[in-house]
Nanobody, 118 residues
């Protein structure tokens, strides 16, 4: 499966962005979808994940109540709505697709940059 992220950019603290990740090349419903982020000098960390049926949603503690992950089956797309953004949310955001039947099959997008600054 190929993944293409979009929606990143610059936003002031307190602002919002919506990231999108479009999947192609395989059956979207076979993949658990996740968002990760990586800040400069730090390791990549998980942000949110969503199951194949739109259930099983999880968030890292720092984004709970501010971020919302969702998936749209007909569009083969997973979204990350980010509200009340903080400077510490900045980084490159990556989309990940893991095959639920073959967990070793893991795909990444190229990433989209999010900058949160005044």
């Amino acid at each position: 499966v190929q993944l293409v992220e979009s929606g990143g950019g610059w936003v002031q603290p307190g602002g919002s962005l919506r990231l999108s990740c479009v999947a192609s090349g395989s059956t979207f419903d076979s993949y658990v979808m996740s968002w990760y982020r990586q800040a400069p000098g730090k390791e990549r960390e998980p942000v949110a994940g969503i199951g194949i049926g739109g259930d099983g949603i999880i968030y890292t503690d720092s984004v709970k109540g501010r971020f919302t992950i969702s998936r749209e089956r007909g569009q083969n797309t997973v979204y990350l709505q980010m509200n009340s953004l903080k400077p510490e949310d900045a980084g490159v955001y990556y989309c990940d697709a893991q095959n639920i039947r073959r967990p070793a099959e893991d795909h990444w997008g190229q990433g989209t940059q999010v900058t949160v600054a005044s």
